[in-house]
């Protein structure tokens, strides 16, 4: 008996490492993927107006924000969520982050990183969605000159062969 408790408390120990280790994974790949979505000026602005859709934080304050704390798109939406989740500025959960990921971080401050995580997620998928309604939009230019406009369902008419 006295050789199971201490093995099960290490069992546990590990699992929650495994654990940790892994929500860290995942939180930093979900901020790649988000930032990964900011490739040119227009897909830029449509980050920047889901981050700040998601963390109700303007987009010039999120603008300035970026410019002092040099955090990307991802990493400012989880730290503006977990300012506003812990009660906490901004400049107060950047100083806890030294030297810690952002799940521990998340958890330290009393906020599931599941949570922080579906942020994310949310907003790369509006992100996504965005991109691809202006995408469509783009695709559906009007022709310079209406005269010569076919639609595409109609085919060439073949010229009729002979008398009838």
Do not use: F
Request: one cysteine or more.
């Amino acid at each position: 008996m006295k050789i199971v408790i201490p093995s099960l408390v290490v069992c546990l120990l590990c699992t929650a490492t495994v654990i940790h280790a892994e929500n860290e994974a995942v939180l930093n790949q979900a901020i790649k993927d988000l930032n990964a979505r900011a490739k040119t000026d227009a897909d830029k602005k449509l980050v920047l107006a889901a981050v700040s859709q998601q963390t109700q934080v303007p987009e010039k304050t999120l603008q300035s924000q970026m410019a002092t704390t040099r955090l990307n798109y991802g990493e400012l939406l989880v730290a503006d969520s977990l300012a506003e989740g812990s009660g906490k500025t901004l400049t107060n959960i950047i100083a806890l982050k030294q030297g810690k990921g952002w799940a521990a971080l998340s958890q330290e401050v009393k906020i599931n990183p599941s949570s922080v995580l579906d942020r994310l997620r949310t907003t790369e998928k509006v992100v996504q969605m965005s991109q691809v309604k202006a995408k469509q939009a783009e695709n559906v230019k009007k022709p310079d000159n209406p005269d010569s406009v076919r639609l595409q369902s109609q085919a060439p008419m073949a010229p009729r062969m002979g008398h009838y």
